[in-house]
Antibody, heavy 122, light 114 residues
Framework: EVQLVESGGGLVQPGGSLRLSCAAS????????MDWVRQAPGKGLEWIGR??????????DYAASVQGRFTISRDDSKNSLYLQMNSLKTEDTAMYYC?????????????WGQGTLVTVSS | DIVMTQSPDSLAVSLGERATINCNSS????????????LAWYQQKPGQPPKLLIY???ARESGVPDRFSGSGSGTDFTLTISSLQAEDVAVYYC??????????FGGGTKVAIK
């Protein structure tokens, strides 16, 4: 059974930092591209970034809204995905989901974690 | 980025009746080399993450009831629930992944029981 379990969310002040983790199991993590998608309270879904697999040099891509502030990394030996968030703004308040891309030819998400809530407030 | 527009924002349908949700993209999602439309649909129930229903515009994910169907091509797509059940109350999102990694989602359509 595929499982994606996020952790690390919480309350942080504007300008602060937070590191989210996603523990994956039930599939060959190292084969797949992994993404982060967020959802502000009562709002829609926003893609924020992706980490490709080793075969594609672990290349990362980011949405313009987080470019330069957020960094995605992965540790295939631990089946884990990470999101380092710096210079946080109130508009970064959201539920953050770790998501698995079906395969590298398809950018749709066949599995989602339950999410971890990040609140940026003074 | 490709802009995805869903309509209506919300709809209320009687149990057993048909629900239809539309999704329009700002550019064609049909990739000519493989003749596939890079469009997916998700269902999100309150307090839960989204769940994949449909991919390639019309392929139903394993385990998804056959009352859910997707159609359309190019820039106009539809998700149909043929006979609404109580458990189908949710928000539905379309997603384009032609622009991957810069995938974008529609604004969502909330489905309720009339």
């Amino acid at each position: 059974e595929v499982q994606l379990v996020e952790s690390g969310g919480g309350l942080v002040q504007p300008g602060g930092s937070l590191r989210l983790s996603c523990a994956a199991s039930g599939f060959t993590f190292s084969d797949h591209y992994m993404d982060w998608v967020r959802q502000a309270p009562g709002k829609g879904l926003e893609w924020i970034g992706r980490a490709k697999n080793k075969a594609n040099s672990y290349t990362t891509d980011y949405a313009a809204s987080v470019q330069g502030r957020f960094t995605i990394s992965r540790d295939d030996s631990k089946n884990s995905l990470y999101l380092q968030m710096n210079s946080l703004k109130t508009e970064d308040t959201a539920m953050y989901y770790c998501v698995k891309e079906y395969d590298f030819w398809s950018g749709y998400y066949d599995y989602w974690g339950q999410g971890t809530l990040v609140t940026v407030s003074s | 980025d490709i802009v995805m527009t869903q309509s209506p924002d919300s709809l209320a349908v009687s149990l057993g009746e048909r629900a239809t949700i539309n999704c329009n993209s700002s550019q064609s999602l049909l990739y000519r080399s493989n003749n596939k439309n890079y469009l997916a649909w998700y269902q999100q129930k309150p307090g839960q993450p989204p769940k994949l229903l449909i991919y390639w515009a019309s392929a139903r994910e394993s385990g998804v009831p056959d009352r859910f169907s997707g159609s359309g091509s190019g820039t106009d797509f539809t998700l149909t629930i043929s006979s609404l059940q109580a458990e189908d109350v949710a928000v539905y999102y379309c997603q384009q992944f032609l622009g991957s990694p810069r995938t974008t989602f529609g604004g969502g359509t909330k489905v309720a029981i009339k």
